[in-house]
């Protein structure tokens, strides 16, 4: 029970490091690791070795944090099936209004043929 509880203010500390919430997207979580990267990569302090060598701790740190939400999010149950779009797709307007949807990670328009979002990448699953 201990290593539960441990494990669980483990998550909760990589959620913060990377400063979002437990309930952002994939595509959120994604975008502040990568922006946190950029600001924190050691190359971006080569002219001093002491800053340097702070960077590099924080960026072991960040990266820590990215790859525990990962493992934790790889057992979360998968993100809800898209629902209909209410409006029209402006790439693709020969498409029914029943067969457009929204992407569940990054709210874009997506048609039901699709594999993938457009925009985000994120993989698609439809159900009748």
């Known amino acids: 029970m ?7 203010f483990q998550v909760l500390r990589a959620y913060r490091t990377l400063g979002v ?12 690791y990568r922006d946190l990267a950029q600001v924190w990569h050691p190359d971006r302090f ?3 070795a002491r800053l340097r060598a702070k960077a590099e701790e924080q960026l072991k740190t ?5 790859d525990l939400v990962k493992t934790e999010r790889a057992g979360r ?11 029209r797709s402006a790439q693709r307007p020969d498409a029914p209004a029943a067969e457009r949807w929204l992407c ?9 043929g699709d594999k993938r979002c457009r925009e985000c ?7 009748e």
């Open 2 to 8: 201990p290593d539960d509880l441990t494990h669980g």
């Open 21 to 32: 919430e437990r309930s952002a997207s994939e595509a959120e979580v994604k975008q502040a």
């Open 46 to 48: 080569g002219h001093d």
């Open 62 to 66: 960040i990266n820590a944090a990215f």
């Open 77 to 87: 149950r998968p993100t809800p099936t898209p629902k209909p779009a209410p409006r």
């Open 104 to 112: 569940p990670a990054c709210r874009s328009e997506v048609t039901k």
């Open 121 to 127: 990448g994120q993989k698609l699953v439809f159900e």
